[in-house]
């Protein structure tokens, strides 16, 4: 199979992200579950 395709299909999944640096400030949002 060719990997090209593959790694297109993958892509379209990812969420964009923006590039982050050192010094900003960035915001988690997490559930915990515990057990």
Avoid at 22 to 34: P, Q, Y
């Amino acid at each position: 199979m060719d990997t090209n395709v593959i790694k297109r299909a993958e892509e379209s999944f990812y969420k964009k992200r923006p590039d982050v640096r050192v010094g900003d400030t960035v915001r988690l949002h997490l559930k915990i579950k515990e057990g």
